[in-house]
């Protein structure tokens, strides 16, 4: 197959999943295109104020939301949509509602300053589903804005990556991406001095087995450089002054844990799979150690014991 001539929406035509399913993400795809322009054009210096985290918000971290919201809630059979950057979640009241979308509009926006790559995170559960468990999802993607503008998604049939085109379309680059059990790169976040001991001793123990540290502190070029590489591993761990970590799971932990699975990966809290973790709120954090099965496993033996 040419994957030049591929597009997104002919390759997920071609998968043959629900339609609506098909039409919602190719709806966060064109909404990705937006964001990637919003983007070029932002005032890098741009003043915010606080998020629902409490963490500082961009001016363009806002417009991605709106994008989003926009193009997303306007679909018919949408019930729900909640984002990273607000309070609640929005019901549509749609009368035939089939899927609930979770996003995290410009995930790492903190590098946006120093020019460095960020991302859009979205999940895709069925109807109503968002509080409860990562189990519901069926489909995930991520849109990386790095010197290339990078789609990469799954619907539960393999994960595959679309980059934009000058023509502003995405095209296939590549499918099935796998990882493989184990790999040679490590992207641990965290202050040092606020790991736990059993948490230091597993990034020590890849140190001495030969890992090369990766982490540009943005989670999406950190794990899609993993999943590109074939391998690896991403850790947020749970600190003593915050033992849920710092990243979210419902706008950034299942849709990754998701497409993780779906390369051959594995994702936990150190415990249990992240997408068996139940959500009680939807701004809820955790720990996270997400990438090869190899490492994934060395950080269970260390962390739960
Ligand atoms: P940011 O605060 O810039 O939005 O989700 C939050 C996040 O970035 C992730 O993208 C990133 O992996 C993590 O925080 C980085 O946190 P540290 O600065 O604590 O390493």
Known sequence: MDHKSVLLRKYLY????????????????????????????????????????????????????VILQDMITQLDYVAEYASEEQEVVIK??????????????LDGS??????????????????????????????????????????????????????????GEFVLSQTHLQMKPEGKIYSPGGLRTHWTSA?????????????????????????????????????????????????????ELYPLAFICEQAGGAATDGVTPILDLKLAEIHQRAPIYIGSTTEVEKAKGYLST
Do not use: W
């Open 14 to 65: 071609d998968e043959g999943i629900d339609p609506d399913l098909r039409r919602l993400i190719h709806m966060v795809s064109v909404a990705g295109k937006y964001i990637s322009a919003q983007l070029k054009a932002a005032n890098r210096k741009m003043s915010g104020t606080q998020n629902a985290s409490e963490e500082h918000q961009l001016e363009i971290d806002k417009k991605a939301d």
């Open 92 to 105: 549509t009241k749609h009368p035939a509602p089939k899927y609930s979308v979770s996003v995290d509009p």
């Open 110 to 167: 903190s590098l946006i300053d120093v020019n460095l790559a960020v991302g859009t995170i979205v999940g895709i559960h069925r109807c109503e589903k968002l509080i409860d468990s990562g189990r519901h999802i069926v489909a995930a993607l991520y849109i990386l804005y790095g010197p290339l503008t990078t789609l990469v998604y799954t619907s539960g049939k393999g994960v595959h990556e679309f980059v934009l085109n000058p023509e």
């Open 199 to 251: 948490h230091r001793q597993y990034i020590d123990d890849l140190i001495t087995t030969g890992y090369k540290l990766r982490y540009s502190g943005g989670l999406v070029p950190d794990f899609n450089q993993i999943l590109m590489k074939g391998g690896g591993m991403f850790a947020y761990p749970g600190l003593i002054n915050n033992p849920e970590g710092k990243l979210r799971l419902l706008f």
